[in-house]
C-alpha cells in the first residue's frame, strides 16, 4: 500500500499552529485610472499552550492576503500567562477606541467571549474566562487589544520578583 503524504508536509508546513480568520474585507484604493482592489485579512495563529499571533495583511487575491497575514502573525507570536486553564488576574487594556475587559473565571465556565476575543482565547488554549468589549465594534482593534492585554498579564512570581527591586 502507498503512503499518502498530506501537502502541508511536502510543502514543509508546521503543524504546532491552528489558524483562524477573524476577517476577511474588500478594499479599494482610488488612483488616477481608477479603483485598485486588494483584499484585507485578519488572521490570528495559536498552538493552545499559551502561544498566540495575530496579523493583518493586504493581497490582490483572498489566499494571498491571508497567507501574508499568516506569516506575519507566525512572526509576531506572543507568550501569554495561564493559570490552571485561566488567566492570573483581571486585566482591561485600551486600544484606539476599543476596550476589552478579561477576567478570570473558576474551572467549567468556559470561554464567555464573543467575535475575534473568543478566537484569540481560544487558540492561546485559555479555556476559563469571561470578557466584554466595550467601546469599538471593529473587530482589528479589538483583537489588538486582546493581544495587548494577554502580553502584559504577569504571574505571581515575576509581580514578586518585580516589588524585590
Not at 493583518?56 to 497575514?69: E, F, L, T
Not at 506575519?72 to 506572543?78: E, P, R
Amino acid at each position: 500500500m502507498a503512503k499518502y503524504i498530506q501537502r502541508r508536509e511536502i510543502r514543509g508546513e508546521d503543524k504546532e499552529f491552528e489558524q483562524k480568520v477573524i476577517e476577511i474585507a474588500r478594499v479599494t484604493r482610488v488612483t488616477a485610472g481608477g479603483k485598485r482592489m486588494q483584499f484585507r485579512a485578519c488572521v490570528v495563529v495559536g498552538d493552545k499552550k499559551g502561544r498566540v499571533g495575530f496579523a493583518v495583511a493586504k493581497g490582490s487575491d483572498v489566499s494571498i492576503a491571508v497567507n501574508k497575514a499568516l506569516t506575519a502573525a507566525k512572526k509576531k507570536l506572543i507568550k501569554a500567562k495561564i493559570v490552571n486553564d485561566t488567566i492570573p488576574h483581571r486585566i482591561i487594556v485600551k486600544f484606539k477606541a476599543a476596550r476589552v475587559l478579561l477576567k478570570p473565571a473558576p474551572a467549567g465556565t468556559g470561554v464567555l467571549a464573543g467575535g475575534p476575543v473568543r478566537a484569540i482565547l481560544d487558540l492561546a488554549g485559555i479555556k476559563n474566562v469571561v470578557s466584554k468589549m466595550m467601546g469599538s465594534k471593529n473587530k482589528i482593534n479589538n483583537a489588538h487589544a486582546v493581544i495587548i492585554a494577554l502580553s502584559q498579564l504577569r504571574d505571581i512570581k515575576a509581580i514578586r520578583e518585580m516589588r524585590k527591586q
